[in-house]
């Protein structure tokens, strides 16, 4: 695929120390900059922010794609097959619950992918996916 931009993306959370361990330790991602209040984490390149405050806003809801009903919002990435399947082992390690397991959705469609959903610990939603061939991540 060409060059993308990386994106910048806040997610609030309600316990900063809670976030360090589960970005920085179970997600393995490098921490940037820091306040009292905000943690930069380095997501493959991309700017992900987890900003400390008092209440964390409930899921707007769920969304049924493929056999499952996936929380809205949630956010992830992309994934090698390979460095999907080696993540997934390295979340069941750490102990993460999913809310949807690693599984294959979509097969042999354009779009077919191995999928997986977990929280973090303010309850925000991650999806981390990889597609059979990534020229067809937006294929018809």
Known sequence: ??????????????????ARGFYGQVLGLPE????????DWNLEGHQLVTHLV????QPAGTSVV?????P?????????????HQFAERLRAAGVRFDIEPHRR????????????????AGNALEFKSFRDESMVFAR
Not at 11 to 18: E, F, G, H, I, T
């Open 72 to 84: 809205i919002p949630h956010y992830g990435l992309l994934l090698p097959e390979q460095s999907f």
């Open 66 to 70: 493929g056999q499952h009903r996936v």
């Open 54 to 57: 008092p209440t964390v806003p």
């Open 32 to 39: 940037g900059r820091s306040a009292d209040h905000w943690v």
């Open 106 to 121: 979509f097969p042999g469609e354009p779009g077919e992918q191995w999928t997986m959903f977990f929280r973090d610990p």
């Open 1 to 18: 695929m060409p060059h993308r931009p990386a994106f910048h993306l806040a997610v609030p959370v309600d316990d900063l120390v809670a």
